[in-house]
């Protein structure tokens, strides 16, 4: 069976500090692998998302950026965090039947 | 274009009452709607999923939702609401993208759900 891991669950960082959050997926091959997140009181906004390897399409301009070095992994970044990064950070994948599949995702919290 | 509306971001029901949360959707191509349930902290789990074929779907913890496409609806019901009901649902449409170009869904904003003893 499928499984996806986000790690870390929680990240407390200050403004201006880089960022990495990372995504694996086993179970599957080329996947296709996505970022969302959720800002408090608001719905699921897609910041990304990749159809293969190095393949990384981006739906807002934003302080964020995405790297897919591996099958299976889907990485999200920044070089200086914002405030307004704060959020709960969700990764998921889907192959071909359309449902995407979500991680237990990561909340980031901006001081 | 695809989007999608949650009418009303919070619903209280009392436990062992029927839940009902309405969605309504738009699309430009026949959709493929999906319901997922998120709990506190935690990431989005499928609940039910409609493609092609019967009209009324039924999904895990004893949801159902059934696709009115003269209406442009997707509501989401259970005939008796319990404790551990209590959670965020988030309806969402497809668009319906070949593997290659990436396939996007469009949530609605969300329905939190409060169960009363």
């Known amino acids: 069976s499928q499984t996806i891991h986000q790690w870390p669950a929680t990240l407390v960082q200050p403004v201006g500090s880089p960022l990495s959050l990372e995504c694996t997926v086993e179970g599957t091959s080329n996947p296709n692998l996505y970022w969302y997140r959720q800002a408090a009181g608001r719905g699921l906004q897609l910041l990304f998302y990749s159809v293969g390897i190095g393949q990384i399409s981006s739906e807002v301009p934003q302080n964020l950026s995405a790297s897919r070095p591996q099958d299976r992994q889907f990485i999200l970044s920044s070089k200086k965090l914002l405030l307004s990064d704060s959020g709960f950070y969700l990764c998921?994948?889907?192959?071909?039947?359309?449902?995407?599949?979500f991680g237990p995702g990561t909340r980031l919290t901006v001081t | 274009a695809q989007s999608v509306t949650q009418l009303g971001s919070h619903v209280s029901v009392s436990e062992g009452a029927l839940v009902l949360l309405r969605c309504n959707y738009s699309s430009s191509v026949p959709p493929y709607l999906f319901w997922y349930v998120q709990y506190p902290n935690q990431g989005l789990q499928l609940l039910l999923k409609?493609?092609?074929?019967?009209?009324l779907v039924k999904g895990i913890n004893g949801f159902e939702a059934e696709f009115k496409k003269s209406e442009t609806s997707f509501h989401l019901t259970k005939p008796s609401a319990h404790m551990s009901d209590a959670a965020e649902y988030f309806c969402?449409?497809?668009?319906?993208?070949?593997?290659?170009?990436?396939?996007?869904?469009?949530f609605g904003g969300g329905t939190r759900v409060l169960v009363k003893p």
């Open positions: 998921a994948w889907d192959r071909s039947s359309y449902e995407q599949y």
């Open positions: 409609y493609t092609t074929g019967a009209t």
């Open positions: 969402a449409v497809s668009d319906r993208g070949i593997k290659a170009a990436g396939n996007k869904l469009t």
